[in-house]
């Protein structure tokens, strides 16, 4: 069982930067993709971003690709979001997600293939 616990989420204007973590209670941290994913009011939850399991391979939505970065430290059981020049169309709950077994042993963009979530952090982007 691997518990996932986000912060980092607030209330920022346009424009600015967020940094959200994702601490995770096993040690198996380590032998799972991780992954963000988000869902605004009155929409259906949508993938973020994705690392792999020894933080090599990324995968962004197009929605923040170049305005985010998706890392992992191992070491603290922790994967992190970095969100820049944030609008707000971004304003959400930010989940994040863990699975060690998907399709192609890569990791996955779908919601489906992760196991644990966390309870979320809510990011909130004033114009």
């Known amino acids: 069982q691997v518990q996932l616990v986000e912060s980092g989420g607030g209330l920022v204007q346009a424009g600015g930067s967020l940094r959200l973590s994702c601490a995770a209670s096993e040690r198996t941290f380590r032998w799972n993709h991780m992954g963000w994913f988000r869902q605004a009011p009155g929409k259906e939850r949508e993938f973020v971003a994705t690392i792999s399991k020894n933080g090599i391979i990324t995968y962004y939505a197009d929605s923040v690709k170049g305005r985010s970065t998706i890392s992992r430290d191992n070491g603290k059981n922790t994967v992190y979001l970095q969100l820049n020049s944030l609008k707000p169309e971004d304003t959400a709950v930010y989940y994040c997600?863990?699975?060690?077994?998907?399709?192609?042993?890569?990791?996955?963009?779908?919601?489906?293939?992760?196991?644990?979530w966390g309870q979320g952090t809510q990011v909130t982007v004033s114009s």
């Open positions: 997600a863990a699975g060690s077994k998907m399709s192609y042993g890569l990791p996955s963009k779908k919601g489906s293939e992760y196991t644990y």
